[in-house]
């Protein structure tokens, strides 16, 4: 089976360029995932940098560029894949070698999002509880695993990268908007506020095409223009 | 401008105007087809009528307003040097400004015109 794999290594390269490699296909078992090729690559050629970690879809450190298209590897069949398998960083954010790029800006952008519950009422003797139906607003939004696969996608994030929160952000900003327990409803509609932090998704959607966990972030970019008209009424 | 018009009024603004566009143009479009006026005085005849002037002007206003909000976009998309990217905005919207003051002008002769006619 035949690989074409982007290379880049600052301290060596002068530029990045894309190396061919080819696996035996003896070697390849059924059910074989991207990721179990690539660890079979780096025996051949240890100098070949990719993250992982889980090997199942959970961690979210493979994030890489397959085909065109961003995906986990280790949850990306080897048998559907177009041949040479074109591989290459996530778009949009600084390599730092190889398959492996800087998330510094896309962990800004998260942290942007203020991803956690604000509430500053007393605490009470047992949990903050929550309805069944509370809970269930958060379903499709707790599952992200932050492998950067949809804002590296979003072509708007490509453009405004440092302005733009991107769609991963923008879905965790939802998940806290949409909790029953959180107080800060008002403080974060304001700081999605302008024309950059939220208006640049043009609902492109291309965040919810690429999402390994099946997310729908243009869904809760679309809740929280809801409930930003809702509060200027 | 506020920061809220910026942002959440512009994106109200080009649903709104999306949605009178639509209205309009179907309308428009149907009018033209079923009884398309046989020549200028029937244009004109039209064209005086109050409501159709209202709408019309209406119309222009809301393009001229949707436009604004999509080339906007698109130049905080990819225009990035902030000298540049105000001096595009401020010739589109004097272009767009111009434009729609220019249609208002055309249709107000023509209702002018149709009253004299109807007089």
New interface residues.
Partial sequence: MKFSIYRYDPDQDDKPYMRDYVLDDARIEPGMMLLDALLLLKAQDETLSFRRSCGEGVCGSDGMNINGRNGLACVTPLKNLAQPVKLRPLPGLPVIRDLVVDLAQFYSQYRAARPWLINDEPCPEVERLQTPAERERLDGLYECILCACCSTAC??FW??PDKFLGPAALLQSWRFLADSRDRATEERLDG?????????C?TIMNCVDVCPKGLNPTRAIGHI?EL??KR?L | MTRAAQGLRAWLLQRFTALYLAAFLVYAVARLLLTPPAGYDQWLAWMGQPLTGVALTLFVAALALHAWVGIRDVLIDYVHAVWLRLSLMAVVALLLLGSGLWVTRALLLAAMRAAQVGA
């Fill in positions: 072509p708007s453009w405004n999605l506020e302008g024309p950059f932090r939220l208006f640049r043009h223009k930003m008209v200027s």
